[in-house]
């Protein structure tokens, strides 16, 4: 994290501490509440907990709200969610070898940071960027993999946690559990289609793979799902709708390009680093922009 913390679109680390004793009354008033709202909570009731319970707690910067709670009313907002995760993921994906693993819309925080500005294509061109003044962060590397300066490389062994790879649900959240199965038979077969997930044992394994190894293809099935996360929000929340049929006839290609059926011969992005060169070919992305946001744009093919 601390790594991480240097880089554009990444949650700022400040520091850490060691903490001994019983939780305040709020921490157990906001677990109450949690627990009326949604009946159930992954963390153990705070009473449980006495003076000699020791916790470490980790102090970061402000990154707003989370993506899940921020409606998308204008398509700048969809553009600069899009594109600021894009190119957050890619040049992690450069400096850290970096996979989120688990990039749902509750790990994606957003936060104004600048005024809003209408996209005019007879002033702008094809740039999409940096017109809503959203910011994003990226947060919660519980299932992340990374390679650090040291060279040690840091990730979470996910075959550890089997449910993972067997939770059902519909819709948006379809989308989320299958990408842990999709990751899974990736790295397990080098195939992008889903298998009998809770019968592929590690030893059946064509490429002999595990979790410490670097596979920036669960980068991609992410931009996918936010891709689809982005244009349910707008559809739902969207002042424009008429933008939203022009926002899918833009992205059509790029659509194509992140489904796992397309095959990598015909043009299927297999890290975040090609789609970053995809919407740069395009247009989306200024040269300025990436340079202040560390991106080499030397390696880029010219657009």
């Given at each position: 994290?601390?790594?991480?913390?240097?880089?554009p679109?990444?949650?700022?680390?400040k520091?850490?501490?060691?903490?001994?004793?019983?939780p305040?009354?709020?921490?157990k008033?906001?677990?109450?509440?949690?627990?009326e709202k949604?009946?159930?909570?992954?963390?153990?009731?705070?009473?449980v907990?006495?003076?000699?319970?020791?916790?470490?707690?980790?102090?970061?910067?402000?990154?707003?709200?989370?993506?899940?709670?921020?409606p998308?009313?204008?398509?700048?907002?969809?553009?600069?969610?899009?594109?600021?995760v894009i190119i957050?993921?890619?040049?992690?994906?450069?400096t850290?070898?970096?996979e989120?693993r688990?990039?749902h819309n509750?790990?994606?925080?957003?936060?104004?940071?600048?005024?809003f500005?209408?996209?005019?294509?007879?002033?702008h061109?094809?740039?999409?960027?940096g017109?809503?003044?959203?910011?994003?962060?990226?947060?919660?590397?519980?299932?992340?993999?990374?390679k650090?300066s040291?060279?040690?490389?840091v990730?979470?062994?996910?075959?550890?946690?089997?449910?993972l790879?067997k939770?059902?649900?519909?819709?948006?959240?379809?989308?989320q559990?299958d990408n842990?199965?999709?990751?899974?038979?990736?790295?397990l077969?080098?195939?992008r289609k889903?298998?009998a997930?809770?019968?592929?044992?590690?030893?059946?394994?064509k490429?002999?793979n595990?979790?410490?190894?670097?596979?920036?293809?669960?980068?991609v099935?992410?931009?996918?799902?936010?891709l689809h996360h982005l244009e349910r929000s707008?559809k739902?929340?969207?002042?424009d709708?008429?933008?939203?049929r022009?926002?899918k006839?833009?992205?059509?290609?790029?659509?194509?390009?992140?489904?796992?059926?397309?095959?990598?011969?015909?043009?299927?992005?297999?890290t975040?680093?090609?789609?970053?060169?995809?919407v740069?070919?395009?247009?989306?992305?200024?040269q300025?922009?990436?340079?202040?946001?560390?991106?080499?744009?030397?390696?880029?093919s010219?657009?």
């Amino acid at each position: 994290m601390n790594q991480l913390t240097e880089l554009p679109g990444f949650v700022l680390y400040k520091d850490a501490h060691l903490i001994r004793g019983k939780p305040v009354p709020q921490i157990k008033q906001a677990w109450d509440a949690w627990e009326e709202k949604f009946e159930e909570s992954m963390f153990p009731d705070p009473d449980v907990f006495g003076p000699t319970s020791t916790f470490l707690v980790i102090e970061l910067g402000d990154a707003g709200r989370e993506l899940n709670d921020e409606p998308m009313k204008q398509i700048e907002q969809v553009w600069d969610v899009l594109l600021g995760v894009i190119i957050a993921l890619s040049r992690a994906e450069a400096t850290h070898e970096f996979e989120h693993r688990d990039l749902h819309n509750s790990n994606i925080c957003v936060i104004q940071n600048g005024d809003f500005t209408s996209i005019d294509p007879n002033n702008h061109g094809n740039l999409k960027f940096g017109f809503s003044g959203l910011e994003i962060t990226i947060i919660d590397y519980g299932l992340s993999r990374a390679k650090l300066s040291s060279g040690e490389i840091v990730f979470n062994n996910l075959e550890t946690d089997p449910g993972l790879f067997k939770s059902k649900a519909t819709g948006e959240d379809k989308i989320q559990f299958d990408n842990y199965r999709r990751m899974r038979t990736h790295l397990l077969t080098g195939e992008r289609k889903m298998a009998a997930f809770y019968t592929l044992e590690p030893d059946q394994s064509k490429n002999g793979n595990v979790w410490s190894e670097y596979i920036p293809y669960t980068n991609v099935l992410w931009i996918r799902y936010l891709l689809h996360h982005l244009e349910r929000s707008f559809k739902e929340h969207g002042v424009d709708q008429k933008e939203l049929r022009e926002f899918k006839n833009q992205t059509k290609e790029l659509k194509t390009r992140l489904d796992p059926r397309t095959l990598v011969k015909n043009g299927a992005f297999e890290t975040a680093g090609g789609v970053l060169d995809f919407v740069w070919e395009k247009g989306w992305v200024s040269q300025e922009q990436l340079e202040e946001r560390g991106v080499d744009t030397t390696i880029l093919s010219e657009a």
